[in-house]
């Protein structure tokens, strides 16, 4: 594919004017997972916006498809949490509260420790190497200066708990909300502020994973994914 998230910065919208457009059209069949994939990146690595519009005509053009497998792939990051249409207005980069990620971690705080448990056996095998793999990327990107591959191999590395659990409903539950986490942490550059400090917070949590002490790790769990601002928001499930 020719077009990258850097040519896509031309295809939103944020003042009602918008750049003109020189785009490589894309030779190859272009399918609506295709166009969902291009846009997911470059929603993901800060390229679109929060709150920008993503004006369909150009990109369809840019992109040399029409507007039907355009919509389809935008459908699937509507699905995703990641665009947002609205009535008469179009599509639009979705803004992710706190109070949204606040709830996740709600979730989080009482479904990640039942992963984890599920996935200790594993973790004493072959399904450790994922997680540390996932580590070790996230301390590359740290050392790199690289906040985008860094909350990536973030994601990877909770990820794998809930891979390694064997439920499916519980994998299921962590995809429907991972691309929304993922776009509150790109955008919430606070979060982030100390590349080592998060690869420092994941190491200390899987040490405490390794003790296999579920008390420990729950309690663990519910500092790692709350947050001072978080906490306030959702003092009241404590």
Not at 1 to 18: H, I, Q, R
Not at 29 to 34: A, D, H, L, Q, Y
Not at 90 to 113: D, K, W
Request: with cysteine; hydrophobic share 40%.
């Amino acid at each position: 594919m020719s077009l990258t998230s850097k040519d896509l910065a031309g295809l939103t919208d944020n003042s009602g004017g918008g750049p003109e457009l020189s785009l490589a059209r894309i030779e190859q069949k272009t399918t609506p997972g295709t166009v969902a994939a291009l846009l997911r990146a470059a929603i993901l690595d800060g390229t679109l916006q929060p709150g920008s519009q993503i004006r369909e005509i150009p990109v369809a053009a840019a992109l040399g498809v029409s507007r039907a497998p355009l919509r389809e792939g935008l459908a699937l990051l509507v699905d995703e949490g990641l665009v947002v249409r609205i009535p008469y207005k179009g599509a639009f980069v979705s803004e992710v509260s706190q109070q949204v990620v606040a709830e996740i971690a709600s979730l989080r705080r009482r479904l990640e420790p039942y992963a984890i448990e599920l996935a200790l056996p594993k973790l004493k095998g072959p399904g450790r190497t994922k997680v540390v793999s996932a580590l070790q990327a996230m301390a590359k990107a740290a050392d790199a200066g690289d906040q985008t591959r860094t909350i990536d191999a973030h994601m990877d590395f909770h990820r794998c708990f809930y891979e390694l659990s064997g439920h499916k409903l519980l994998l299921d539950v962590w995809r429907s909300w991972e691309s929304q986490l993922q776009l509150f942490l790109s955008a919430d550059h606070q979060s982030f502020a100390d590349l080592h400090d998060v690869v420092a917070e994941h190491e200390r949590l899987l040490s405490i994973i390794d003790t296999g002490d579920m008390d420990a790790i729950t309690r663990e769990v519910d500092r790692h994914v709350h947050g001072p601002e978080i906490s306030s928001l959702t003092e009241d499930d404590a």
